[in-house]
């Protein structure tokens, strides 16, 4: 069972910059793949991005290709998650989480969840 902590939020203005970090504990890092997920006020979860095993493959949802990238390194059992060009739409508390199926890119495949970072964006 793998244990992951995200890093990294914070408030910052629009057109900005902000890098998550989520270190994982325990299990073998480079058996799971990564994503990234958020959650606004009032709104259901959505997916962000998602990171094969390897790294060799990445997955963005609409709303934030060619702002956001997906990266992990697995010596440091760390996945990030960098943030350009913020809008205020991008407001939202932010969950790494981990899975070990083939279908990485379906968030009901993902068994674990980190405990969320606050990401504010300012007009």
């Known amino acids: 069972q793998v244990h992951l902590v995200e890093s990294g939020g914070g408030l910052v203005q629009a057109g900005g910059s902000l890098t998550l970090s989520c270190a994982a504990s325990?299990?073998?890092?480079?058996?799971?793949?990564l994503g990234w997920f958020r959650q606004a006020p009032g709104k259901e979860r959505e997916f962000v991005a998602a990171?094969?095993?390897?790294?060799?493959?990445?997955y963005y949802a609409d709303s934030v290709k060619g702002r956001f990238t997906i990266s992990r390194d697995n010596a440091k059992n760390t996945v990030y998650l960098q943030m350009n060009s913020l809008k205020p739409e991008d407001t939202a508390v932010y969950y790494c989480?981990?899975?070990?199926?083939?279908?990485?890119?379906?968030?009901?495949?993902?068994?674990?969840w980190g405990q969320g970072t606050q990401v504010t964006v300012s007009s």
């Open positions: 989480a981990a899975c070990q199926s083939s279908r990485w890119r379906t968030e009901q495949e993902y068994d674990y």
């Open positions: 325990g299990g073998t890092f480079s058996s799971y793949a």
């Open positions: 990171i094969s095993w390897t790294g060799g493959s990445t």
